[in-house]
């Protein structure tokens, strides 16, 4: 017996249509106008948007200071069925075997979504630059390495950087960079609080927004030299996303992606009283309301190809892991949950304002991140022989998140009080229901690795 999702208003990145999809053993297997209902479960989504379950690039379990696994069951509940999770080569640990480990101590049994995994340079060397050509036989085809975090282990100098991109382009790994200019950081963090300026509403003045577009233009020119594309993760703000973008148009194979909360926050939250602002610190720092609006305008027009969430749920939440920076701004432990609430942010705050269409929400959300993560189409589109995570969206939902309704284990919730207008009614990890009006319905630790093929979306400009 199958499932039938039946009338379902179908949206894609790039149309839509009234259909009915039916799904057998974890994939669709037919799409069109009245299929044959007999023997199967029915599902009705008259009046219902229909979509791919959402995609997140961009999250970190069990790394950072960050809770793990036991928690990922909040990105279905907000409708992202597939998260991409950012993989800590510990130091002494080639970097093939930081993957293979790192499966076996956290993954088997343990993550609920289907999972695509990235690795992180973490102990720089001749090895580990010649273990990127291997990344793709465990599963990995994206390697992000830091800029920022000068003095800290994951920082890399542009000397790694660049022998990575011209390692990792012999077997279609793309690099990744976290761009921040790590001297700039460490001067100016050291001169705040020398000041007495420690309150975390200076964290912002010690990432300026031009040592994040300084970093940026550096590792495009790095990337040019090694002819390789790159891969740009949370964008913070106009100047760098038109960095990116006037690469590009100059021909280069150079991407960016945001995240939900510089599409949805601003510097003001730093500013909050009584060590609030604490919540928000995440690396780079919220920016101010023009950046903001721009990040629509760049995801819209394309600037920018994908929205993450950076989910990151701190160990101890705001009581006890935000704390440690009561004192000391850089030492609040930065990174904040957000995977569960991604799609309801974008959704109200994007399409239901009219900032993006529904394709557009499709294309950032499930669709391109897919692609960036080398799992397209397995991911991130509906489709005849894709995997069946389907998300069936009710519109005329209106709503409030709250704290009590977030299943990431943390003491705040990121978005705490933001109306949202519409929900994931029932939401499939391949043909399985297991979210409904987001809560969580299915079971626990049943997601699988999705194996990343090499020469994913940012290298398609080498292919033409
Ligand atoms: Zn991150």
Redesign the pocket.
């Known amino acids: 017996m199958g499932l039938i999702i039946k009338n379902g208003n179908i949206i894609t990145s790039k149309n839509e249509y009234i259909a009915d999809i039916l799904v057998e053993d974890e994939k669709i297997v037919a799409i069109g106008k009245d299929l044959d209902i007999k023997g199967h479960e029915v599902v009705d989504a008259n009046d219902k948007f229909v979509f791919p379950g959402g995609v997140d690039e961009?999250v970190?379990y069990n790394s950072f200071n960050s809770l793990g696994y036991e928690t990922s069951h909040a990105a279905l509940a907000g409708g992202t069925t597939t998260v991409g999770d950012?993989v800590v080569q510990p130091v002494g640990v080639g970097l093939k075997d930081s993957i293979i480990n790192y499966k076996k101590d956290y993954l088997d049994e343990k993550a609920t979504p289907d999972y695509v995994l990235h690795g992180i340079i973490m102990d720089p060397s001749e090895e580990t630059v010649a273990d990127l050509v291997n990344m793709p036989s465990v599963g990995v085809s994206s390697v992000k390495l830091f800029m920022a975090y000068k003095g800290m282990p994951y920082y890399v100098s542009d000397e790694w950087i660049f022998k990575a991109l011209c390692t990792g382009k012999k077997a279609g790994v793309t690099i990744m960079v976290h761009a921040e200019n790590a001297d700039i950081i460490d001067v100016l963090t050291k001169k705040l609080i020398a000041e007495g300026k420690t309150e975390p509403k200076y964290f912002g003045d010690s990432r300026p927004v031009l040592s994040e577009a300084e970093a940026t233009s550096r590792a495009i020119y790095m990337a040019e030299i090694a002819n390789a594309p790159l891969f740009v993760?949370?964008v913070t703000n106009q100047k760098t996303a038109e960095i990116i973008r006037d690469a590009y148009n100059k021909g280069l194979s150079t991407y960016g992606e945001t995240c939900t909360h510089y599409l949805m926050l601003n510097d003001e939250n730093l500013a909050k009283p009584n060590f609030e602002g604490a919540k928000y610190v995440c690396n780079p720092p919220l920016r101010p309301q023009s950046d903001v609006n721009f990040m629509w305008e760049a995801i819209n027009k394309g600037w920018l190809t994908s929205v993450g969430s950076?989910h990151?749920a701190i160990m101890g939440g705001f009581a006890e892991g935000k704390r440690k920076g009561i004192n000391d701004f850089s030492k609040i432990p930065p990174g904040s949950p957000g995977v569960q609430d991604r799609l309801n942010m974008i959704w109200t705050y994007g399409v239901e304002t009219g900032k993006i269409t529904r394709q557009k929400f499709v294309e950032v959300c499930c669709t391109t991140p897919a692609k960036v993560c080398g799992i397209y189409p397995q991911k991130g589109e509906i489709a005849v022989g894709t995997d069946a995570d389907i998300v069936v969206f009710d519109p005329n939902y209106r709503g409030t998140v709250k704290l009590e309704d977030s299943l990431s284990s943390s003491d705040y919730c990121t978005y705490d009080g933001f109306e949202i207008k519409g929900i994931a009614e029932k939401v499939y990890l391949r043909g399985k229901l297991v979210a409904q009006n987001g809560k969580f319905v299915g079971e626990l630790g049943k997601g699988q690795q999705v194996m990343s093929k090499p020469y994913a979306y940012c290298y398609d400009k080498f292919k033409e």
Do not use: A, E, K, P
């Open positions: 961009h970190h950012f993760v949370h950076d990151c």
